[in-house]
């Protein structure tokens, strides 16, 4: 490795449809196109990032399970599962990582069955309705989350506090 803080982002259903999948709503931008723009801001931020896709619930759970060990947080675009899925939800509970749950419309202004996803409130953060430039948001999020973790100058012990 690099030296640099590993970070999965992962995508859930129906995610690989980007740039084609209700453009009005969900933008022209492709899901190749984001994992590029995310790779090239990552070093800038100290991460590497890996990129996986599913649209099985069960794959994204595995994944997770994976993550403990490799990874040290994740940048999530849940897509309906966000709104559904307890299992998910208590995958990333067991493994612990902190995660930045992503969405690219605004969840609040749609149908009502959207506006509450069972991560958020376990999530280090949210970023909902800015399109593609809300991955971006959210991983420098997640950085900066990693960054005030981690012991040592800038973390939470370098002014005495608690570690």
């Known amino acids: 490795m690099s030296g640099r803080r590993p970070v999965w982002v992962l995508q859930g259903p129906n995610l690989a449809l980007l740039g084609r ?5 969900y933008g022209r931008v492709t899901l190749a196109e984001i994992s590029d723009q995310l790779d090239a801001l990552a070093p800038s931020l100290g991460l590497e990032l890996t990129h996986h896709v599913s649209n099985h619930e069960g794959v994204l759970i595995d ?8 990874a040290e947080g994740f940048v999530l675009n849940p897509g309906g599962l966000g709104h559904t899925s307890v299992a998910l939800r208590d995958a990333l509970l067991g493994v612990g990582l902190p995660f ?30 800015f399109g593609a430039v809300g991955y971006e948001l959210a991983l420098r999020g997640l950085a900066e989350k990693l960054r005030a973790a981690a012991p040592g100058p800038g973390g939470p012990d370098a002014a005495g506090g608690p570690c």
């Open 21 to 25: 999948r209700e453009p009005d709503r």
């Open 63 to 70: 994944l997770i399970h994976a993550a403990e060990g490799r």
């Open 100 to 129: 930045v749950e992503v969405h690219l419309s605004n969840i609040h202004a749609r149908e009502p069955f959207r506006h509450r996803t069972l991560l958020s409130d376990v999530a280090a953060g949210v970023v909902t309705g």
